[in-house]
């Protein structure tokens, strides 16, 4: 089974804080994405990794980060976290092929005070 | 990627089958259709995914019409643990490694 695994399931930060989310699979995929989900706006795509030290912006990257050190590792970044960053945040993985699938973590609600 | 068509809630009794449709009319010759569902604050879920055969996996069946504009997700036993919010998603398959978009999705619920 594909298992995407998420640092903290729950996050309170203060306003201005540095926020690390992490995200490992254990697939070898190559394509990683994080993306928010708010309620109204459905999914949105912050940033996608298809390779290590690759990255490419996605709708939403403002005020975000990530880094891809490791194959199986997707940080995503709060450079200097605010109110309207309070999200469900969610991982993804998938291998690049024709119908590729993507394959979430449990997601890590942060709430920004 | 096509847009997809899907009721915004369904009943169903434990242990019936569910079957969930969707349409999807303007859906084009390289797009699948892929189903995921999402159990209230947790990460979307994989179901299952096609091209036009029908497909059927541990989870579901997934049937997709002839004229591909539409297709019905089945659950053939239902729980009470299959209570979500089911997305119909249209997506090329050659569009590896972009977004997914999910839509308003079928919010299902199992009930005793």
């Known amino acids: 089974d594909v298992k995407v695994t998420q640092s903290s399931r729950y996050l309170v930060k203060r306003t201005g804080e540095k926020v690390f989310l992490e995200c490992v699979q254990d697939m070898d995929h190559e394509n990683m994405f994080w993306y928010r989900q708010d309620p109204g706006l459905g999914l949105r795509l912050i940033y996608f990794?298809?390779?290590?030290?690759?990255?490419e912006k996605g709708d939403i990257p403002e005020g975000y980060s990530v880094s891809r050190e490791k194959k199986e590792r997707f940080s995503l970044i709060l450079e200097s976290a605010s109110t309207s960053q309070t999200s469900m945040y969610l991982c993804?993985?998938?291998?690049?092929?024709?119908?590729?699938?993507?394959?979430f973590g449990p997601g890590t609600r942060l709430l920004v005070l | 990627d096509a847009k997809t068509t899907q009721p915004p809630s369904m009943d169903c009794a434990e242990g019936r089958a569910a079957n969930l449709p969707c349409n999807h009319s303007?859906?084009?010759?390289?797009?699948?259709v892929y189903w995921y569902r999402q159990i209230h604050s947790q990460g979307p879920q994989y179901i299952i995914h096609?091209?036009?055969n029908n497909e059927t996996n541990e989870m579901a069946s997934l049937i997709i019409t002839e004229d591909r504009k539409s297709s019905t997700l089945i659950l053939p036993h239902a729980t009470l643990r299959d209570t979500a919010v089911y997305y119909c998603i249209v997506r090329a398959g050659n569009n590896a490694g972009n977004m997914l978009t999910f839509g308003g999705g079928t919010r299902l619920m199992v009930k005793p």
């Open positions: 993804a993985s998938s291998f690049p092929s024709w119908g590729e699938t993507q394959y």
């Open positions: 096609g091209l036009k």
């Open positions: 303007t859906i084009s010759g390289n797009e699948y």
């Open positions: 990794s298809y390779d290590v030290k690759m990255k």
